[in-house]
Structures are given as structure tokens and as C-alpha cells.
């Protein structure tokens, strides 16, 4: 057998394609306990590619190969990670499984055998699998086993096509001058009446907490003149997630706020629809998430997403959809959800059928103190949401840059805020010295994933 050190340092091909006879090096996981024959004279084993095609070998024990290779195989355990070299052998196209000829294997960490469901969801063209009816006793399953169930091709996709979104936003970021402000994960200040959201830590004596928003950060930062940030990172509330959080210099109007949040988005979307790339990845999770690939990006004349004002959406809930909405209450999300179904129907009187659209212009008591009011004269803001596939994902605003309008706005909340406390009054200085006029948004990334895979 070769030694693993005689074999190339660099990364190897991800499968063997079909008919090629290139002897080829890589690394792929035992998919099935090897199966030996009634003679005893041959071993069959399915290898599993990271790209969720399979590797079919059949070793003979006097095939005039070295032995070794023969019993290395025999004792093969599933979800070992072992290095082959090989050729393809010509197959049907239409098959997940391409037969090979091994000539040389190493075993590069041999596995104990795992549990009984460890690749309910791999399953090669053919192969009968371990049957879990319920679907919340496979989500048990998958949650039990997570570091196996993020082999299975479908799910590994999820991580890289996440990774994506998180490259495609940097590089559109770029594009438009913002720059990378990283902000703190532990913060001091606090929102008075929102205790139960936030989560506390002891710290050097001190009292802090895991950053709820980076927004606070990243307005400071505009103060000392970087015009236009962002940060990618986890904040802290009910259920943490990642965000991407961007704040920019307004010139004119909270309008640039609305245009930049739909140019990224239908950016990001439809380099996620069209990117050989990443079609690819959204192909192997279809076996996870059949909807994968289905988005409705309904663009108006303007070439711009669809834009309803809070109040139209309580009226098409009401008028068009049959659902009793209080205008002084919040979307639910069983209501956000009918909001999607209804724009992503032929029946949608707003715009073609779409299946993300903006809600703007939502009233003052739902909103955060320090958001600026609308320009018309009502109870609502300079704010809004975005909808995608039935759950907000984006939430965005202008924000108050004068010291005086903010200082009253926290005085004036139903829990004040001191903005002369150790904790806020950074944040008041940056309005005192000169705030610019400004606002952004924060996207929850992992729901244009998630999110453009199920339906509403």
C-alpha cells in the first residue's frame, strides 16, 4: 500500500467522473458496512462523496492486488474517513453511483459504528433505509447526531450556501464603499422594560450583557465620519442568530435606505438563483427542502420589489384575505405568513406574483423611540420590514441624529432611558458632537436560505 505521506498534500477532487480513467486521489466516507461474498473471495463497499454522489468498489481477493488493500476494505466501519485511489468505470449518467476500480487505499480515521438512523438521510439510488415516520422523531434524530447529520450532502449544503450569502453581501458591500466596523459582543447599556429579551453575564464585577444589536456601535462609528458600515455578526436576543447590520450617511431621504435594502436583497437573490455555483448546492438540498429553487422575485416596472404601506396591509388582510387585523397591533406571523401567500398568488392586485416584498411606514407605538417620524404628519415612522416567504427578515429605519430630539425620546419612552449614565452617554456624545443624518437595516441571513425553501 502507499504511504499516506506519498500521496499529494493538496486538496483532491470532490468525485470521479463518469468513464474517466485518470487514477485519481480522494478523500470520501465508508457509506455501508462492506458486504462479502458467499465465496469469501470478493468485498463490496459504497463510498460516499462529499458532494452526495457514491463510489461503488469491488475488490477480489486474487485479483493480483496486495492483500492489504483486500483486508482493509473487509473491515471497513460506515462513516470512516478513508483516502482512494481509483478509476471510474463507465456507468449509467442518470445514476448517483459510479462504479470504480480501487487500486490503493488508506484509512485515514476508522469509526466506531454509529447508531442505527446515522444516514437516514444519504441514501444512494436503490438503497432501502431505516424507516422514521414522525417528522419530529427525525428531527430527533438529526438534532441527536448533529456533527453526522451535517454530512449528509443536503445539509452541508445549507452551511455553504450560508457561507455564500456571506461572501455575495461582503463583495456587493464593497462594491458601494462600506466598510467592516466589528462590533462589541458584550455591551453595558441596557433597555429599560426589556429585560426578559436580553441575556445578563457577570463580568469583572460589572454587570453586562450579550449584545442584543450592533446598531448602537455602528451609529457611533458614523459619528467619527465613516459614512457607510456594516458588521456581520451574532446578536443575542430570544433566539440568536447571525445578522448583517449596515448603517450609512443619508443625503437626501429614508428613501436611500428603502432602495439600498432592495438592491441587496434582489442582488443577493438572484446571484443565489442564477451562480452555477450556488444552483448546484441548492440541487443537493432538494432532498431536504423540495421548494429549494422555487423563489418568486416579483420586480414592478421599476425593476424594484414590491412596497405596501402598513395600513394597505391591514386593509388587503381584512378585504382581500378574510383575516379580522387590529390596526394598532403588530403582524402576527400567522398574518405575515397569509401577507406572503396572498403577493405570491396570481390573485395579488399589488405586483407580479413575488414571494418578498417591503411593509413601510409603520405607527410610532410599535416602533423603537429613536426612530424618525414620517415626513406626512401621522403616527407613523420612517421604518419598515421586509417579508420574505411569509416571516420578516429585514427590519430597517432612519434614525434621529439630533442630541435633542434623542434626548427627549428617551425621556418620553414608557421606561425612560438616562442618557447620563456611564452606559449610554457614548452614544449621546456622538450626537452631540455632530451626528449625520442616518439609518440602515439588519438582515437575518440565514432566512434567505431557509426561509426561500418553505412555503408560507
Not at 449509467?92 to 469509526?111: G, V, Y
Amino acid at each position: 500500500m502507499l504511504n499516506a505521506r506519498q500521496i499529494s498534500s493538496q486538496p483532491g477532487p470532490s468525485h470521479l467522473s463518469n468513464g474517466d480513467t485518470d487514477i485519481k486521489s480522494l478523500d470520501v466516507r465508508v457509506h455501508n458496512s462492506p458486504v462479502l461474498s458467499d465465496d469469501s473471495n470478493s468485498v463490496a463497499v459504497l463510498f460516499r462523496c462529499v458532494n452526495g454522489h457514491f463510489l461503488q468498489a469491488t475488490v477480489e481477493s486474487k485479483n493480483g492486488l496486495d492483500n492489504d488493500v483486500f483486508d482493509t476494505v473487509s473491515f471497513l466501519t460506515p462513516e470512516s474517513l478513508v483516502r482512494v485511489t481509483a478509476r471510474s468505470v463507465a456507468h449509467d449518467t442518470d445514476s448517483d453511483i459510479t462504479p470504480i476500480e480501487l487500486c490503493d487505499i488508506h484509512n485515514l480515521s476508522a469509526a466506531k459504528t454509529p447508531g442505527a438512523h446515522s444516514n437516514v438521510l444519504h441514501g444512494a439510488s436503490g438503497e432501502v433505509l431505516a424507516s422514521i415516520q414522525s417528522p419530529t422523531k427525525l428531527i430527533e434524530e438529526r438534532l441527536d447526531n448533529r456533527l453526522l447529520d451535517a454530512r449528509v450532502p443536503a445539509t452541508a449544503a445549507i452551511f455553504k450556501l450560508f457561507s455564500g450569502v456571506h461572501e455575495l453581501a461582503v463583495e456587493y458591500l464593497k462594491l458601494h464603499d462600506f466598510y467592516h466596523v466589528p462590533t462589541p459582543a458584550l455591551v453595558g447599556y441596557e433597555f429599560p422594560g426589556e429585560e426578559d429579551d436580553l441575556f445578563t453575564v457577570p463580568y469583572f464585577g460589572r454587570t453586562a450583557r450579550l449584545a442584543p444589536t450592533g446598531e448602537i456601535h455602528l451609529g457611533m462609528a458614523l459619528s467619527a465620519d465613516l459614512e457607510r458600515v456594516y458588521d456581520f455578526h451574532t446578536v443575542f436576543r430570544r433566539e440568536p442568530f447571525t445578522m448583517l447590520e449596515l448603517v450609512f450617511n443619508l443625503q437626501h431621504s429614508w428613501i436611500e435606505i428603502l432602495d439600498f435594502a432592495d438592491s441587496l436583497l434582489v442582488s443577493l437573490l438572484h446571484s443565489l438563483q442564477s451562480q452555477d455555483k450556488y444552483t448546484t448546492l441548492t440541487n443537493t438540498a432538494k432532498r431536504l427542502y423540495p421548494l429549494a429553487g422555487t423563489f418568486k422575485l416579483g420586480l414592478g416596472k421599476s425593476g424594484k420589489l414590491p412596497r405596501i404601506r402598513f395600513n394597505e396591509a391591514k386593509t388587503i388582510l381584512r378585504d382581500f384575505i378574510g383575516i379580522e387585523s387590529d390596526d394598532d397591533k403588530d403582524f402576527t406571523r400567522s398574518e405575515e405568513a397569509a401577507l406572503g401567500r396572498f403577493l405570491a398568488s396570481e390573485e395579488s392586485h399589488v405586483s407580479p406574483p413575488t414571494d418578498v416584498f417591503f411593509i413601510t411606514h409603520f405607527p410610532k407605538h410599535l416602533r423603537s423611540c429613536n426612530i424618525y417620524p414620517s415626513d406626512e404628519q401621522d403616527d407613523t415612522t420612517q421604518s419598515f420590514d421586509v417579508i420574505l416567504r411569509g416571516q420578516e427578515c429585514v427590519t430597517g429605519c432612519r434614525l434621529l441624529h439630533s442630541a435633542e430630539d434623542l434626548a427627549a425620546a428617551f425621556a418620553n419612552r414608557p421606561h425612560p432611558i438616562d442618557p447620563e449614565t456611564p452606559e449610554w452617554r457614548p452614544y449621546m456624545t456622538a450626537h452631540e458632537i455632530g451626528m449625520p443624518p442616518w439609518g440602515g437595516f439588519g438582515c437575518k441571513c440565514f432566512l434567505l436560505i431557509l426561509v426561500t425553501w418553505e412555503s408560507c
